[in-house]
């Protein structure tokens, strides 16, 4: 027999002759055993040396009145435990099974290779009941370690979605006449979208609205350089006499310079542009943003025209920059992609064409423009949503 399933066996016999034919054959097959001639010593001998099986006329009751083999089961759940008896009926011997015993065998039928395969599969099966019980212990240690990692990465996303909330300027924010107001609603803790804004001179405000590709803590990252870098572009042009050189399409230009430096394996679309409240003037550019946003010009809705490459994958690139003249009335929305995936219609041109009824009906109000978009409602969205809103009232 396998070395792995020998161990000590425990024989509970009154029979003396039957008691050493059974050791006679155990002792053969390299077991350690030792042996009992009545129920009341078997089972104090057993729950003294816990031993790998127990085999007898365990069916049998104590002084005390109670079954010695649910007593064993009891005591000894992880000892297997095989029934051999003179006689018993069919239901004796299904009711023993049903307890737990491993086998039930007949005395009168018994030879030593029926008795060495039923230890042998007695001994397998707890064998594998233990590895079993060694493997769940194993399991329940890794879950318990995998559920505490979960808590200690939920708070840390929530800790970064934190510090992304700080990084987002003010809304509503009023400047150079305008009321800005944007919404950031991330698939997850944290937003690969971003938006941002800033006055640069009198009159003069830049703005972007950014998406990263994938979502969570690695486009969150993108996010805060996004932030530090237009922080370092907005210082910049404070220190100038003149901020008339303030260019959307040089501001993503050094974007996606600095970010190809990065080398994260990510890149973003970009609407950025500036307005310029002296001139009465829109200048804007595209860098792969879709869907393109939407201005309305008094009382006309213009969609954006213009293209690009996204930022942070092709070096030397050229931003297109374009000019409108705004209306006293203006309102101008942009918005990422992350809305198409929540639209019910079924195609681009039908949620291209919601888009622009909101933004016609919302006629620059930005509670109305949202609730035209059911932004608010939405909860396990499967991308980022972004939606910015940028007016000025004559």
């Known amino acids: 027999m396998n070395d792995s399933l020998t161990g000590s066996v425990l024989v509970i016999e009154s029979d003396s002759q039957h008691r050493a034919h059974l050791v006679e054959w155990l002792l053969a097959d390299g077991f350690k055993v030792h042996a009992a001639a009545s129920v009341d010593t078997g089972f104090a001998l057993a729950c003294n040396l ?3 099986l127990i085999l007898g006329d365990v069916v049998l009751a104590l002084a005390n009145g109670s079954q010695l083999l649910r007593a064993l089961l009891r005591e000894l759940p992880e000892t297997s ?10 239901n004796e011997a299904v009711t023993a099974l049903q307890e737990g015993a491993s086998d039930f065998l007949i005395k009168s039928m018994l030879n030593d290779d029926i008795l060495r395969v039923s ?13 079993n019980n060694s493997y769940r212990a194993q399991l329940e240690l890794a879950n318990q370690k995998l559920e505490e990692s979960l808590k200690l990465l939920e708070y840390d996303q929530q800790s970064g979605r934190q510090v992304q909330l700080r990084l987002l ?14 919404y950031l609603q991330p698939s997850l803790f944290l937003s690969g979208d971003f938006v941002d804004y800033f006055s640069v001179g009198a009159g003069r405000t830049a703005f972007y609205l950014a998406d990263v590709s994938g979502h969570g803590a690695s486009s969150a990252f993108v996010t805060v350089f996004l932030k530090t870098l237009t922080n370092r572009i907005r210082r910049h042009y404070e220190k100038r006499t003149s901020s008339a050189t303030l260019s959307p399409g040089r501001i993503m230009t050094s974007m996606n310079e600095e970010l190809r430096m990065l080398a994260t394996g990510k890149h973003l679309t970009v609407f950025c542009g500036v307005i310029d409240t002296n001139t009465d003037q829109l200048i804007y550019s595209i860098g792969g943003h879709y869907p393109p946003a939407m201005l309305k ?8 025209p213009g293209n690009g490459k996204p930022l942070g994958l092709f070096p030397d690139v050229h931003y297109e920059e374009h000019t409108l003249q705004l209306a006293p009335s203006f309102s101008l929305v942009a918005l990422s992609d992350g809305i198409l995936e929540v639209m ?3 195609d681009l041109v039908s949620k291209e064409a919601r888009i622009q009824a909101a933004v016609e009906a919302a006629n620059g109000q930005w509670a109305v423009l949202k609730a035209q978009l059911g932004v608010e409602t939405m909860s396990d969205v499967p991308d980022d949503i972004a939606v910015l ?4 009232d004559q």
């Open 50 to 52: 816990k031993p790998n």
């Open 81 to 90: 435990v095989i029934v051999i008896t003179e006689s018993a009926s069919l």
């Open 119 to 131: 230890v042998q599969r007695a001994i397998e099966r707890r064998v594998l009941r233990e590895q």
């Open 169 to 182: 300027p003010p809304t509503p924010h009023l400047t150079n006449g305008l009321e800005i107001n944007h």
């Open 297 to 304: 010009n008094g009382n006309e809705l213009i969609v954006l």
């Open 344 to 346: 019910t219609e079924p």
């Open 389 to 392: 809103m940028i007016k000025r």
